[in-house]
Nanobody, 126 residues
Framework: QVQLVESGGGSVQAGGTLRLSCVAS????????WAWFRQAPGKEREGVAA????????YYIDSVKGRFTISRDNTKNTVYLQMDSLKPEDTAMYFC???????????????????WGQGTQVTVSS
């Protein structure tokens, strides 16, 4: 069983920067997608960014393109989410997820991911 642990959340002002990290307890040979999701109070969980490990291809929702960057360090079993130019609407609990997807079209669907972390809170004030 792969366990994921997120860190790096916090409170920043609008325009600020945070870097989230997600460490896996072990290498998962069955997971080919790693992703970051977020969930704000009263809202559904949404996929923010993902990386297809086989090719290194990255995916983002439109609202974070140009501001967020997902990356992976295979030697450390760690996935990062660099968040720049943060906005108040980015405030949410951020979750790391890993899974084996058979189509890139489903990268933002939470149901496609088998492994989840407990989340780290990001709060952006105006």
């Amino acid at each position: 069983q792969v366990q994921l642990v997120e860190s790096g959340g916090g409170s920043v002002q609008a325009g600020g920067t945070l870097r989230l990290s997600c460490v896996a307890s072990q290498y998962s040979s069955t997971s080919n997608f790693w992703a970051w999701f977020r969930q704000a109070p009263g809202k559904e969980r949404e996929g923010v960014a993902a990386i297809y490990t086989n090719a290194g291809t990255t995916y983002y929702i439109d609202s974070v393109k140009g501001r967020f960057t997902i990356s992976r360090d295979n030697t450390k079993n760690t996935v990062y989410l660099q968040m720049d130019s943060l906005k108040p609407e980015d405030t949410a609990m951020y979750f790391c997820a890993a899974g084996r997807l058979f189509s890139t079209n489903g990268w933002s669907e939470a149901s496609k991911y088998a492994y989840w972390g407990q989340g780290t809170q990001v709060t952006v004030s105006s």
